[in-house]
């Protein structure tokens, strides 16, 4: 075994250990994929209070849209269906009618007025 390496403590474990490379962070790969796990999982519950709301907008657009490249939905509809208007990926800004438009993914939707919106495809 090398001597010139010293011993190291695992982040995962907290077990004293010699590494056999340079680089070895972890005791063992049992304990390297647990952290990397660990990290994924609490990653994706701390994501999950947006990706849940978006992907259920997402899949109410396209419900809604169908086939067709753009339609029109009274916000009552939007709402009972469950559509969340306070999650949206990004604005979109259509650069003919200088307007910006929310988008989720590749639908954009925009106020026509008090109660109805305009429901686009992209694509």
């Known amino acids: 075994m090398k001597t010139d390496i010293e011993k ?5 474990s907290g077990v004293e250990f010699i590494p056999n490379r340079t680089n070895q962070v972890f005791a063992n790969d049992k ?3 647990a952290h990397n ?4 999982n609490s990653k994706r519950k701390r994501l999950s209070a947006i990706n849940k709301p978006l992907l259920k907008n997402y899949d109410i657009l396209n419900l809604i849209i169908g086939d067709e490249q753009e339609k029109v939905a009274h916000k009552e509809y939007l709402r009972g269906a469950g559509f969340s208007f306070s999650v949206f ?3 979109h800004k259509d650069l003919h009618k200088d307007k910006y438009y929310y988008a989720i993914y590749d639908f ?5 007025d008090d109660n109805y919106y ?3 495809k992209n694509g």
């Open 118 to 120: 305009k429901i686009i």
């Open 31 to 33: 304990y390297r994929i």
């Open 108 to 112: 954009y939707y925009i106020k026509l």
């Open 89 to 91: 990926t990004h604005l």
């Open 37 to 40: 796990n660990q990290k994924s």
């Open 8 to 12: 190291r403590i695992c982040p995962y």
